[in-house]
């Protein structure tokens, strides 16, 4: 089943011409690094002030609210991005271990997000202005660092190990 | 004189050590990476207060005086990481007229941050009592972000712009 998705998603036109052609990769990698490197450099921000060694002025909400959004759009430019690059080698890419360990940190990354929203955000009122804050928001932080550098990190991997 | 010095320097051991043991280039890279999203993000938030969209209630010194160190910072990391990247492929690297391009690009945005930081330590009210020249430092701020954004760009396309080995 999977194979079928895999290798319909490689016969794509489009697929096909990203392979083909010389541009139109390095072109699209471009991109991806450069949202990636926005996306996680947007979030460093965010996180450097949950462990309080940054930003102490501002409260987290004002740096969240001004931050986010745009951390948001560039991920989207990411996860385009980098659905064009997996189509045009789609089996190659889902059975390259960087490339899941990728996938596995990003997934990561996200549960970290909607936990750090759901559990501790709700509370950000009382702990606003605090340097340091409250040590969960501390842990979210430090995760959330941690996670983004594998992502960067296990996305590098793959230029060196995808097959073809 | 650039083609013999890059091989000479091809042949060192030191070159040869980053050549040759797998890991290094992908490490060295990654941490490129991380210094650039450093770069992009700086840059952005500064770009983000000069066009209104974030940062308001700081002055623009307080923004700047906050992300400039940063830029700085990472554009000694990237300087270290891109020399253990150059010395481990000097012919793939310092003969190729895209890194050559990157280099003419980088050292335009270096002078530009050098610029802006003096504006902002020569008068700190520089930039927030400027409304005059809003237009100007609004089309400025883009045009710097897309610098920065075009020498990653081509730092990208090294490798795929590489020279024949001849």
């Keep these: ?13 489009l697929s096909s011409a990203i392979r083909v052609s010389a541009w139109m990769f390095p072109t699209i990698e471009s991109a991806h690094v450069i949202a990636i490197a926005t996306v996680i450099g947007s979030i460093a921000i965010v996180d450097l002030r949950l462990l309080g060694v940054t930003s102490h002025r501002k409260p987290v909400t004002e740096l969240s609210t001004e931050v986010l959004p745009w951390t948001w759009g560039f991920f989207m430019v990411a996860v385009i991005t980098g659905g064009l690059m ?38 950000v009122h009382r702990w606003d202005r605090d340097v340091p804050t409250l040590r969960s928001a501390k842990i979210a932080g430090l995760l959330s660092l941690t996670f ?7 996305g590098r991997w793959i230029g060196f190990t995808i097959e073809g | 004189m650039l083609m013999l010095f890059s091989k000479w320097l091809s042949h060192t051991p030191i070159s040869d050590f980053i050549q040759n043991v797998l890991w290094i280039i992908p490490l060295v890279q990654t941490i490129h990476i991380l210094a650039i999203a450093i770069v992009m993000s700086s840059v952005g938030m500064i770009v ?49 007229p895209t890194f050559q391009l990157k280099m003419i690009l980088l050292f335009i945005a270096v002078c530009i941050t050098a610029a802006f930081q003096i504006t902002v330590h020569r008068d700190h009210r520089f930039w927030d009592l400027a409304p005059r020249h809003a237009t100007a430092a609004k089309t400025f701020a883009v045009l710097t972000f897309g610098l920065w954004v075009a020498i990653a760009v081509a730092g990208r396309w090294i490798a795929y ?5 001849v």
């Design chain 1, 148 to 154: 983004w550098i594998g992502v960067v990190a296990a």
């Design chain 1, 1 to 13: 089943m999977i194979d079928l998705i895999l290798n319909w998603l490689h016969d794509l036109p």
């Design chain 2, 48 to 96: 983000l207060r000069i066009l209104g969209l974030a940062g308001l209630r700081h002055t623009f010194s307080e923004i700047a005086l906050r992300y400039v160190p940063w830029i700085w910072g990472a554009l000694v990391v990237l300087l270290f990481s891109g020399a253990i990247l150059v010395t481990g492929e000097p012919v793939r690297s310092l003969t190729n």
């Design chain 1, 86 to 123: 997996f189509m045009s080698k789609a089996p190659a890419y889902f059975g390259n271990t960087p490339f899941r360990l990728k996938m596995i940190l990003l997934a990561c990354a996200g549960l970290n997000m909607i936990a750090f929203h759901l559990l501790i955000y709700r509370s």
């Design chain 2, 161 to 165: 712009t590489v020279l024949s080995y």
